[in-house]
């Protein structure tokens, strides 16, 4: 039986670690992607997402105050290591998913593309679907490199890494039509965004527009993702149209991806336009942070 967002449960599950080390690795080295395996896999793992975002909020502002007096590290080679192989990562997650996502609009339509798993979480684009989750965990390091290098640490941030970890373990195993969009884009935008870190802790020499360019690719990954739940809620709730949906899961997304269009947006014009808050949103040598 597939997970149910219950409070309770929450609070029996949270004193119990389980991660199945076995399973995920004959999933990760299968000749064929076991797509049931995968979705159960990552519904018995739920409730590990949520102590791994319990432990993170304890460790960044644990390691936030303990920072407080002492001087940043500068972890150069583990910065260029880790933003390569994200950046590398997601370029291949978006190689590997563009010909599913425009295949599913070009033959059945947008309505349907958002509507219907159609395969999605199946094969290669379901491994690189399955891929994906599994990365949300990996991300949460992103934090614990700017708390060392003593950079702002923004709710944004934190806020952003917890909620879409949370989701996705969430999600994944009713294996909704729109997390194809979301997925995709998400690979997308983070295919630049990590190229940037990459270049950046390289020391490399960027125009500062970029980072404005790549948060305004995330405002509009937000836009498209906005517009699209709406396009499909009235096609679900007013024109009666059959969907691979749940509703819980709908209402976590349409939350999530309000939340995340306003909090970019707030942050575009406090970074880049508002004078007055620049100081927040900078690090120590003045530079603004994406």
Not at 5 to 26: P, Y
Not at 42 to 48: E, S
């Amino acid at each position: 039986m597939f997970l149910d967002f219950d409070q309770n449960a929450i609070k029996e599950n949270l004193t119990t670690l389980k991660f199945d080390v076995t399973k995920f690795w004959q999933i990760l080295t299968a000749p064929t992607f076991p797509e049931n395996e995968a979705r159960t896999w990552v519904n018995d793992h739920f409730y590990l997402a949520i102590q791994i975002s319990i432990l993170y909020i304890c460790v960044i502002f644990g390691t936030k105050l303990f920072m407080k007096n002492r001087e940043p590290f500068q972890l150069r080679f583990p910065l260029i290591t880790w933003n390569f192989f994200l950046a590398y990562f997601s370029i291949l997650g978006t190689w590997n998913l563009t010909g599913d996502f425009f295949d599913s609009i070009t033959k059945y339509g947008a309505i349907n593309s958002l509507c219907l798993n159609r395969g999605f979480t199946s094969g290669t684009t379901g491994f690189w679907a399955w891929l994906f989750v599994i990365s949300k965990l990996l991300e949460l390091v992103d934090t614990v490199f700017l708390i060392l290098r003593k950079r702002p640490l923004m709710f944004l941030h934190w806020y952003h890494h917890i909620l879409t970890l949370i989701y996705m373990f969430y999600s994944y195993p009713y294996a909704p039509g729109f997390n194809r969009w979301g997925i995709y884009f998400n690979y997308f935008v983070h295919s630049f965004m990590y190229s940037y870190y990459f270049l950046q802790s390289m020391k490399i020499k960027i125009p500062r527009i970029l980072a404005q360019l790549i948060t305004s690719l995330q405002i509009v990954q937000f836009i498209i993702s906005v517009f699209c739940i709406l396009y499909l809620a009235f096609f679900i709730y007013f024109q009666g149209y059959q969907c691979d949906f749940e509703h819980k899961v709908f209402a976590l997304a349409i939350f999530m991806d309000f939340t995340y269009l306003l909090l970019f947006i707030n942050f575009f014009y406090q970074a880049y336009i508002k004078r007055g808050g620049k100081s927040k949103y900078q690090n120590q040598n003045g530079k603004k942070e994406i």
